[in-house]
C-alpha cells in the first residue's frame, strides 16, 4: 500500500468535519428509532384492536351461522323424520302383507302340530299298552320255554324255519319220519339231512336253555355271568351225550359228525362266550356247534350240490334220450329208403306201360279217327315221369 502523506491542517480540518457527521449520524439513528419504537407501539396497539375486532365479527359471524345453520338442520331434521315415519308405515304395511300368510300358514303348521301331538300321544298310549301286553306274553314265553317239551318243540320249529329258508324242505326227513335203535335205546334225531350219493347228516336240536333264561331274569353283574357260565356248561354236557349217541353210526351212510343246532344266535354267542373251547371240543367229539345262520349256509351248499346232481342225472336223461333219437332216426331213414326203392319201381313201370300204350294203342286210335270212326273227345297225350327218387343215405354230418 501506498501511504498518502497530507498537511496537518488539512488533517484536523478534515477530523472535526468526521465527528461533527458522526455526530449527526448517531442524532439521526436516535431520531429514527425513537421513531421506530413509536411506530412499534402503535402497530402493536392497531394490531391489538384489529384482533379484537376480528374477534367480535367472528364471534358475531360464528354465532348467526350457528343460529342459521341449527334452524336449518331442525327443519331437514323434521322433514327427514316425516319421511322416514312415512317410509316407516308403508314398511310396515308391506311387511304386515308379507307376515299375514306366514302368520297365517304358522298358525295351520300349528294346528297340525296339535293333531300330531294328539296323534302321537295315542300312539305311545296304545304303543304302552302293546308293550306291556309284549311283556306279558315274553314272560309267558319264558315260562313255557323252561318246560323241556315245549322248549324242545320250539326248537323243532325252528330248525324247520331254518331249512325253509335254505330251501331244503323236499331233501330233509323230521323226527317223524327217522329214528333207529340202539344200545342207548331208540334214536330219533329232530333233522336228517339227505346228501347226494346217498349220504346223510344228523342234527339234533335238543339244547337246554334253562340256565340262559334264568341268567336274562338274574341282575347284571356275578349273578348273571354265573348263570351265563352254567348255559356253557349244560351245552357242553350236552354236547358230550349226543357225541356218545354215535347218530352217524346209525344212519349209514353219513358223514362222521353230527349238528347241535342252537336255536338262537344269542344262546351260541353266550355260551361261546364264557367257553370259548366249545367249537374244539365238539369237533373232538364228531359234534359241530351250529346257529341258524351257520346251519343255514350249511343247508345252503347241500342245497347246491343237489342242483349239481341234478344238472348231472339230467345230462345223463339227455344222452340216453339223444342216443334213442339217433337210432329211431336211423329206423327212418331205412323207411324211407326203401320207400324210395319202391317209388322207383313204380316210376319205371309206368313208364313201361306209357311205352307200350304210345306204341301200340294210340296208331289204333288214329287209323279209328281217319276211318270216321271217333267220339267228341280227343285223346290227350300221357307225359312220363322223369324224375327219380333220391337215394337216402348215410351222410357226413350225422
Known amino acids: 500500500m501506498d501511504w498518502i502523506w497530507l498537511p496537518a491542517g488539512l488533517l484536523a480540518g478534515g477530523a472535526i468535519a468526521w465527528m461533527l457527521a458522526a455526530a449527526r449520524g448517531r442524532a439521526a439513528a436516535a431520531a429514527a428509532e425513537a421513531r421506530a419504537s413509536e411506530m412499534q407501539r402503535a402497530f402493536e396497539t392497531a394490531e391489538r384492536r384489529l384482533v379484537d375486532s376480528f374477534k367480535a365479527l367472528a364471534s358475531d359471524a360464528l354465532k348467526a351461522n350457528t343460529d342459521g345453520f341449527l334452524s336449518l338442520a331442525h327443519e331437514r331434521l323434521d322433514r327427514i323424520q316425516k319421511e322416514a315415519e312415512q317410509r316407516l308405515q308403508a314398511g310396515g304395511r308391506e311387511i304386515a302383507n308379507l307376515v299375514g300368510p306366514v302368520r297365517e300358514s304358522l298358525g295351520r303348521v300349528d294346528e297340525h302340530i296339535r293333531a300330531i301331538e294328539t296323534a302321537r300321544q295315542s300312539a305311545y298310549d296304545h304303543l304302552t299298552i302293546e308293550v306291556g301286553k309284549l311283556q306279558a306274553e315274553t ?207 313204380a316210376v319205371g313201370a309206368f313208364n313201361d306201360v306209357l311205352n307200350s300204350y304210345e306204341s301200340r294203342v294210340v296208331p289204333s286210335a288214329r287209323r279209328l279217327k281217319e276211318l270216321g270212326v271217333a267220339g267228341q273227345k280227343e285223346v290227350d297225350r300221357i307225359l312220363k315221369i322223369e324224375k327219380q327218387p333220391r337215394s337216402v343215405g348215410p351222410t357226413s354230418g350225422v
Not at 347246491?304 to 329211431?328: D, F, M, P, V
Open 139 to 345: 314272560v309267558n314265553l319264558v315260562t313255557a320255554l323252561r318246560k323241556p317239551d315245549v322248549r324242545g318243540r320250539w326248537g323243532e320249529i325252528q330248525l324247520k324255519r331254518v331249512v325253509e329258508f335254505a330251501g331244503m324242505l323236499d331233501r330233509c326227513d323230521f323226527q317223524e319220519q327217522a329214528s333207529v335203535t340202539g344200545e342207548e335205546g331208540r334214536l330219533r334225531p329232530d333233522l336228517v339231512v339227505r346228501l347226494p350219493g346217498g349220504k346223510n347228516i344228523v342234527v339234533d336240536s335238543k339244547v337246554p336253555l334253562a340256565a340262559y333264561l334264568e341268567a336274562m331274569e338274574a341282575p347284571a353283574g356275578e349273578p348273571r355271568v354265573a348263570k351265563l357260565r352254567e348255559h356253557a356248561q349244560q351245552v357242553r354236557t350236552h354236547m358230550t351225550k349226543l357225541g356218545q349217541k354215535s347218530y352217524f353210526e346209525k344212519f349209514t351212510p353219513a358223514p362222521e359228525f353230527v349238528v347241535l343246532f342252537l336255536p338262537g344266535e344269542a344262546f351260541f354267542a353266550a355260551a361261546l362266550e364264557h367257553d370259548p373251547t366249545l367249537i374244539e371240543e365238539g369237533v373232538g367229539k364228531n359234534v359241530i356247534l351250529a346257529a341258524p345262520t351257520t346251519l343255514i349256509a350249511m343247508l345252503k351248499a347241500v342245497h347246491y350240490g343237489w342242483k349239481q346232481e341234478t344238472i348231472a342225472e339230467n345230462a345223463l336223461a339227455i344222452s340216453k334220450a339223444g342216443q334213442e333219437l339217433y337210432e329211431r332216426t336211423a329206423t327212418l331213414v331205412e323207411h324211407l329208403t326203401r320207400v324210395g326203392v319202391s317209388l322207383g319201381s
